[in-house]
T-cell receptor
Framework: GAVVSQHPSWVICKSGTSVKIECRSL??????MFWYRQFPKQSLMLMAT?????????EQGVEKDKFLINHASLTLSTLTVTSAHPEDSSFYIC?????????????FGAGTRLSVL | GESVGLHLPTLSVQEGDNSIINCAYS??????FIWYKQESGKGPQFIID?????DKRQGQRVTVLLNKTVKHLSLQIAATQPGDSAVYFC????????????FGSGTKLNVKP
């Protein structure tokens, strides 16, 4: 099946620094990717839709200046958490749809655990 | 976004028994649902899907049931195995973007050997 790779899998940073997370579709192209945030023992919350070659669209309540998304190619989307604070500590997961037969299946990355000190 | 929720936060079953995980959704116009399995520290993995024009769909050891009257989904796992231990989410497709999904709160399945 299709593979979505995230990097890094785990990052620790100091408060006030920025962190970039990469999401790659390894064996297929994705004009759209999605970024989710997941707190411990909670569900995935959709943050934004990453659109190749155009601006990302953010879900209500998500600060676009805080979570910068860039989708510069058909296989790469990046999420930058700017001026990170401890409350930004979370598990960030990306997904990309791939065509399987007659339907689009969302494939998820393994996630990135962000810890802000 | 759409609201999808679950009845039970945790479920413990004996190995070999059948498991039933439930999910309620709020938007009666929703037309497509997916069940995902998430193991600790990993991203969600597709299990099975169902369209709103169906009541039931079967996969390998899994069955999804959809009751549109009461806006309820369930995932049935037959002969539950230790490897089935994980958190299970139902997800509802967005009405205006067919690639956008909204997740329910999740049920943790513990399989006792």
């Amino acid at each position: 099946g299709a593979v979505v790779s995230q990097h890094p899998s785990w990052v620790i940073c100091k408060s006030g620094t920025s962190v970039k997370i990469e999401c790659r579709s390894l064996d297929f192209q994705a004009t759209t990717m999605f970024w989710y945030r997941q707190f411990p023992k909670q569900s995935l919350m959709l943050m934004a839709t990453s659109n190749e070659g155009s601006k990302a669209t953010y879900e209500q309540g998500v600060e676009k200046d805080k979570f910068l998304i860039n989708h510069a190619s058909l296989t790469l989307s990046t999420l930058t958490v700017t001026s990170a604070h401890p409350e930004d500590s979370s598990f960030y997961i990306c997904s990309a749809p791939a065509r399987v037969g007659a339907k689009n299946i969302q494939y998820f990355g393994a996630g990135t655990r962000l810890s802000v000190l | 976004g759409e609201s999808v929720g679950l009845h039970l936060p945790t479920l413990s079953v004996q190995e070999g028994d059948n498991s039933i995980i439930n999910c309620a959704y709020s938007n009666s116009a929703s037309d497509y649902f997916i069940w995902y399995k998430q193991e600790s520290g990993k991203g969600p993995q597709f299990i099975i899907d169902i369209r709103s024009n169906m009541d039931k769909r079967q996969g390998q050891r899994v069955t999804v049931l959809l009751n549109k009257t009461v806006k309820h989904l369930s995932l049935q796992i037959a002969a539950t195995q230790p490897g089935d231990s994980a958190v299970y989410f139902c997800a509802e497709r967005g009405l205006y973007n067919f690639n956008k999904f909204y997740f329910g709160s999740g049920t943790k399945l513990n399989v006792k050997p």
